[in-house]
């Protein structure tokens, strides 16, 4: 018996859950209410010896190579399980392009064979940890802002949101301003990047952003030094503007906030309210210092403004608190998930190797009430 096996027998029944972010990835087992750990979704190259992100693929080979490589850091090094024959969870996001789904269920089943998948949206499971049914989700991550509403344990696609106004805008923006004084090599430079947005930058109120604008702004706040090989002087304008990319509207009238009002607006009259005074952060970027409070002003100026005042006859928002950081809530949700009984949502490996697909959720063919949903097509 090999070392790996003897793990997988005292870890038999249980469940590795796995959120794959663009940037981070969120690992641990179902049941727990926290991750065991939060690693960047990157990977050494075995052929070119360099760090690279999974989501930075060519190709579905190449992608097919690095999940290899990255999933295999996951299980081993990390999660320290064998995963012959285990349950999967995977927390993803409706909007996953299908080749990724599709690659990755394949490094699962036909490399590392698993014994069952489950391919959790991160919207619909963020909601399972507040204990209602009903809710305006707004994951703001790494490379982009994704916005579903949730009524009745339902998303309702047709309102879906969808921005590249996240982590990655702040950082571009942060590397422009300091661009003279940051380090030269690549990967130093992205982590010095995000030690700098999350130790000094915070989201200035709207009062004060109404007045950057003007000809006689505010006294900028005082700049700071990031310690480090070399010191940098962080100025203040940089740490209160760093994050004003997420509010101001682009040409199509689009930013942040109009992205909730928009999916309120796309639903049923009857929807409005309850979507209205049920919204839920979630995403790293949303941690930010000040975040909360600003979107809550935007949203209620915005609310008065001819723009929304007729479409929508709300005059209050409101916002759920997770019981977990927000960067890690839909893992959380994805750990609820784990240990429910559904095998209409799992795909098993019998199953995978029959028919060579993954259900797609999101379509109605899949969600037909049937013993086997891959062997009923």
């Known amino acids: 018996m090999s070392l790996y096996e003897g793990i997988r027998l005292i870890s038999d029944k249980q469940t590795v859950v796995f959120d794959i972010g663009s940037a981070y990835t969120k690992y641990g087992y179902a049941g727990e209410s926290v991750p065991r750990g939060i690693i960047k979704t990157e990977v050494k190259c075995p ?20 999940l290899v490589e990255f999933i295999h850091l996951l299980f081993f090094r990390h999660v320290v399980v064998s995963p012959k024959d285990i349950k999967v969870i995977i927390v993803e996001s409706i909007l996953t392009p299908t080749e990724f789904r599709d690659t990755l269920a394949k490094v699962f089943f036909r490399h590392f064979e698993i014994g069952s998948l489950m391919l959790a949206p991160s919207h619909l499971v963020a909601v399972s940890t507040l204990g209602v049914s009903t809710a305006l989700v707004l994951d703001v991550g790494y490379k982009e802002a994704t916005l579903i509403p949730i009524y009745e344990g339902v998303p309702v696609l047709k309102a879906w949101q969808a921005l590249p106004l996240a982590g990655h805008a702040v950082h571009e923006c942060i590397k422009k301003e300091l661009k003279t004084v940051l380090p030269n090599d690549g990967s130093d430079v992205e982590k010095t990047i995000e030690d700098i947005k999350v130790r000094t ?12 604008q003007t000809d006689e702004p505010p006294i900028a ?15 203040g304008s940089v740490r209160e503007k760093a994050f004003e990319l997420l509010w101001e509207r682009d040409n199509d009238n689009l930013s942040v906030p109009t992205m909730i009002l928009d999916a309120i607006v796309k639903c049923p009259v009857d ?35 001819n723009l ?18 927000a960067n890690y809530t839909a893992w959380l949700g994805g750990a609820i998930f784990g240990i429910a009984d559904l095998p209409l949502r799992c795909l098993t490996k019998e199953n995978y190797l029959m028919s060579n697909r993954v259900p797609d959720w999101a379509s109605l063919i899949d969600n037909q009430k049937s013993d086997s949903l891959i062997n009923s097509m």
Request: charged letters at 25%; a positive charge.
């Open 47 to 66: 052929e070119s010896g360099k760090i690279r992100k999974v989501f930075s693929y060519e190709d579905s080979q190449d992608l097919y190579q690095l």
């Open 271 to 305: 929807m409005r309210h309850p979507l209205a005074e049920n919204i839920l952060l979630i995403g790293g970027t949303t941690m930010a210092k000040g975040f909360l409070p600003r979107l809550k002003s935007e949203l209620l100026t915005l609310l008065k403004s």
């Open 201 to 212: 930058c915070f989201v200035t109120t709207i009062e004060r952003s109404l007045k950057l």
């Open 308 to 325: 929304y005042s007729e479409k929508l006859k709300i005059s209050t928002v409101k916002f759920h608190k997770a019981p977990s950081k």
């Open 221 to 235: 706040p005082p700049s700071v030094k990031y310690p480090g090989v070399k010191t940098i002087t962080v100025p």
